[in-house]
Each structure stands twice: as C-alpha cells, then as structure tokens.
C-alpha cells in the first residue's frame, strides 16, 4: 500500500480540482470560446482562396503521399509504434514519447473543443479522407493541427535523444538533424492545407503550440523520467490525475471525437506509467539488450513482435469486456447515474429518461460537488480501462513472457 500523498501532489490535484469547480461555475469554456471563436473562424474563411490556389496542383500521387504521411505521424500509428520501442530495448525514448504524445493529445484537443473551431468549408475546399482515421478526423474541430503539433513535439524529441544518444558534438550532424525535422514538419503542414483537412492558421497554430509543448518537455522530461522510476505515489497520484483530467476537458460547442481519443492515450499513459514504475529494475533499465546488439537480434526481437502483438490484443479485447461487466455494476452500488454511449446497450441515453440509470445520486457522485454533469458515460471508463491495461501488458505482462520464453 502506498503512503499518503506527497505535498505538492495534493496541491496539484486539489488545484485541479479547484480549476473545474470555478470553470463550471463561472462556465468559462464558452466565454472564452466566444472571444477567440468569431476572429478564428473569420480568419479559418479568409484563408480559403489560399488552400484552393494549392489545391490547384492536385493529382493522384500527390493524394496518396501527403494521405500516407498523415497516416504515419496519426495517433493510431504512434500507438501501434511505442510498442515495439519498448520492446526493441529503449526504454527511456519509449517512456518519454508515449507521456509526451499524452501530454500533446490532450493539451492539442482541448485547445480544439475549447475554440471548437470548425474546418475550411467543403465545399469550395476539396477535403480528402482516404481513410477511416482520416475521415474521423474530419469530424474534429480545426485548431490546432493535431498532425502538425504531434510531429513538431515527437520529431523534435526524438532528434534531442539521438543527438544525446550517441554524444555527438559535430555541428553538422546536428544541423543535418534538425534540417530534417524542419523539413517533415513543413511537409505535414503543407499536407494538411493540400489535403483540405486545415487552413493555414490551424497549422500556425499547431506549430506555436508544438514547440511551446517540446520546450516545456525538454525542460522537465529528466525531472518526469526520475519521478515513474522511482518517485513515491507514483501509480496513486498517477491514476487520480487522470480522473479529474477527464473532468478538467472542456465542453465542445458540437459533440466530437476528440474527448475519446485523449482518453485512449489517457489510459495508455496510466498503463505503462503503472507498469514501468512496478518492473523499472526488472524489464526496463538502461542495462537492457537493445536491438541491432548480440543479445537482441533481428530473429530474436521478430520473436517478441509476435509474441507481443498477439497478447496486447488478447489483453486489450479481455480488459474491455471485463470493464464493460464491472464498471456499471459498480456505479450502480454507488449510486452513481450512468448512461452509455454504446458500448452497453442496456444503458444507452434516451431522452424520455425511461432508463434505470437516472436513480438517485449516491454519496460518491456527491463527492464530486466540482462537477456539473447528471449522468457519467461509462463508456468513457470502459475505454480508459481498455487502454490502460493493454499499455500496462506492453510494459509488465509481455517483458515477463520474453523472461520466460527466452526472448
């Protein structure tokens, strides 16, 4: 059993909480969103004879590179990605992207709800979804481009690791390395705009937002780093700072998909925070074999890939319908009022209010005087868990398979 919460993380996490309760009361999310949203949007219409004069060179190559690239730098890529970092022996690159792609997911679609900007028009501008991420995309609100921030920040990282990796000092290296950067980050912009998905200040926008987030990280990533390892609390304050961060998430103007995809990472970063504060001195010391080494070769780490792919989704498949089971019977023994989205279709909202869900409040909803809110969507804790336990298999359940299979 972990000891009482340190100092300063109560005073984080009562700040938090002090944060919703003034913001629900003063409902600050739509005075805010009713100073920024006429300039932006004004601006969002400006810009359109911009994105048709570049959409003047389309053509079917040039659809399908810039398509491709946004696939590569999209959430669901980084998700399938930071797996096989961890697995390829990089443990600390692994760690600090997976809370920084968290940190850049959340704080990015805050800023879109919060403006709830919309997108160029479609028509004039041509928008091209070739693919179900993409077209979910779509359904989000413009600013800030979550391609354009993500790469800025994970690309502007990386390059940081690399250059500290192998110690080098030779400038040109490093302005190689940084060329590079500039250049995919440019390429993403340019490919959103040429896409239709973003007008010109929505890239603006992600790129300030980018590189105000990577500055931040690079000063405390050490500091963050030391505190999962071996910091006290760890997994407590952990999971109670993802509690009143989805309570802290501001309510859009329209309903998107935004608020599901920051609780996805959200749960992903509690998993594999959970689970390398637990198996750091096991699985996860710098000492580990890396790959390209003769402790950890091409075969060996094929190996873990499959070994690792196959149990995540067993994993992931086991903790939502565990979640799904047990996260509505334990509101209902609290008295807590939930509905579903759809994940549970006994509890999906209905408008007559004709649904067992709407009984009296219990004690633990009255805990959470600081929020405004009649019924909790169980859906939203059906897919942290999800999440949760499929990047704490990542870090703990499948390092332990490799231990025993020899991998």
């Keep these: 059993m972990e000891s009482i919460l340190a100092g300063w993380q109560v005073t984080i996490l009562c700040g938090i909480a002090c944060w919703i309760y003034v913001s629900n009361f003063l409902d600050l999310t739509v005075k805010l969103r009713s100073l920024t949203l006429p300039w932006i949007s004004a601006k969002v219409g400006s810009e359109i004879p911009i994105i048709l004069h570049i959409q003047k060179y389309q053509n079917g190559i040039l659809d399908v590179f810039f398509s491709g690239l946004s696939c ?51 028509p004039p501008v041509r928008r091209v979804t070739a693919t179900k991420d993409e077209k979910e995309n779509a359904l989000e609100y413009g600013l800030p481009s979550s391609h354009t921030l993500n790469t800025v920040c994970l690309s502007g990282y990386l390059l940081h690791y690399v250059l500290s990796y192998i110690e080098s000092k030779d400038a040109s290296i490093q302005i190689a390395g940084f060329a590079i950067v500039f250049f995919i980050v440019g390429l993403i912009g340019c490919g959103r705009i040429y896409l239709g998905m973003h007008s010109l200040i929505d890239v603006i926008g992600g790129l300030g937002l980018g590189l105000a987030i990577l500055t931040f990280w690079l000063l405390v990533h050490d500091y963050m780093d030391s505190f999962v390892i071996s910091g006290q609390n760890v997994t407590s304050f952990w999971s109670a700072l993802t509690f009143l961060l989805l309570f802290a998430y501001p309510k859009p103007e329209d309903p998107t998909p935004s608020f599901e995809y920051h609780t996805a990472f959200s749960g992903v970063a509690l998993g594999i925070v959970a689970g390398v504060q637990q198996t750091y001195h096991q699985f996860h010391h710098e000492s580990v074999p890396r790959i390209f080494t003769s402790q950890l070769s091409i075969p060996m780490y094929a190996g873990r890939v499959f070994v690792g792919i196959s149990t995540i989704l067993l994993v992931k498949f086991c903790s939502k319908t565990i979640a799904k089971w047990t996260l509505p019977i334990s509101a209902n023994a609290l008295g807590i009022p939930i509905r579903s989205t759809s994940y549970v279709p006994a509890l999906v909202y209905s408008p007559t209010g004709k649904k067992s869900e709407a009984k009296q409040s219990g004690y633990l909803q009255k805990l959470l005087f600081f929020v405004n809110q009649d019924l909790f969507d169980v859906d939203t804790g059906i897919r942290l868990v999800q999440y949760a336990g499929l990047a704490w298999s990542v870090v703990d359940l499948v390092p332990s398979l490799f231990s025993h299979l020899g991998l």
């Design 72 to 122: 590569v730098v999209s959430v669901p890529f980084y998700t399938a990605f930071l797996p096989l970092l961890f697995w390829s022996g990089h443990g600390k690159l692994a760690r600090q992207m997976t809370l920084l792609m968290a940190f850049c997911d959340y704080v990015g679609n805050c800023v879109k709800d919060l403006v709830s900007a919309p997108r160029p028009k479609s």
